[in-house]
């Protein structure tokens, strides 16, 4: 990150003592929860998630948004594309990815003590600047039509396939991975569907356990700096009854 963000205070402190846990509410709304643990020496593992998901995505949109973390991964950060990302990381053992999934979007990571700032400043810039890159995802798209070429001549597929389509009582948000699925993907809407659900950082609990002294100025300092410099709104999201149900009863399908 060239820019340092304006860091946020820690509003209000909660310790939840059945789980030797410190909880901080942020200034910008973030909540974040720290669990110090003897577990591993050199070791901080983080997750952050906030309700949503493809429930709040359209229909059609659904095709794009299955691959939306895929593209940002490889579409790199800011101004650096995944290679140089890679390359800029050398020698750090820091770990981020973004996920997102039914009802959540999520991200989760790891650091050693060391790198901890890396991993809180990786964090910062997938909220706040995923990189666009045309390349990575035609050779994303390209891949993956390569795998799905001799998909439909697999028996197994036809059953996995039904199966699927059975557990969700065939409703129309079942995303089933073929090639017909991957030519209604856009990069755009990928793009689109990504910054939607990440797009208010207040949404989101953050999970600190491992080597972290929540009492620790220097720690308190980077969650203030890196999650409280995060711009956010009020706008609160909660998950959305999507309408798919599993089938009931007997269920025949013959494929």
Do not use: C
């Amino acid at each position: 990150v060239e820019t340092a963000p304006k860091a946020g205070k820690i509003k209000k402190t909660n310790y939840i003592e059945s789980l030797g846990a410190t909880e901080w509410t942020l200034s910008n709304g973030v909540r974040v929860v720290v669990k110090p643990t003897t577990f591993k020496q050199d070791e901080i593992l983080f997750y952050a998630f906030s309700q949503g998901g493809y429930s709040l995505v359209a229909t059609a949109d659904l095709p794009s948004a299955a691959l939306a973390t895929d593209v940002v991964e490889l579409g790199g950060l800011a101004d650096m594309s995944a290679t140089d990302l890679q390359k800029a990381l050398t020698g750090k053992r820091v770990l981020v990815s973004p996920s997102i999934s039914a009802y959540n979007e999520s991200v989760s990571g790891s650091s050693t003590i060391k790198d901890l700032e890396t991993m809180l400043q990786l964090n910062y810039l997938y909220f706040t600047a995923p990189r666009r890159d045309e390349e990575s995802y035609q050779t994303l798209i390209s891949i993956l039509n390569s795998q799905l070429a001799n998909r439909d001549k697999n028996p197994k597929v036809a059953f996995s396939d039904s199966v699927q389509m059975m557990q969700t009582d065939h409703s129309d948000r079942t995303i089933i991975f073929n090639k017909a699925m991957l030519d209604k993907v856009s990069l755009d809407k990928a793009l689109e569907v990504y910054m939607a659900r990440f797009a208010n950082p207040a949404d989101f609990t953050f999970f600190f356990v491992g080597n972290v002294d929540p009492n620790d100025e220097a720690f308190q300092t980077q969650v203030r700096t890196w999650l409280g410099g995060l711009k956010t709104n009020k706008k609160l999201e909660k998950a959305a009854d999507d309408k798919v149900r599993v089938a009931m009863g007997i269920q025949k399908n013959y494929f």
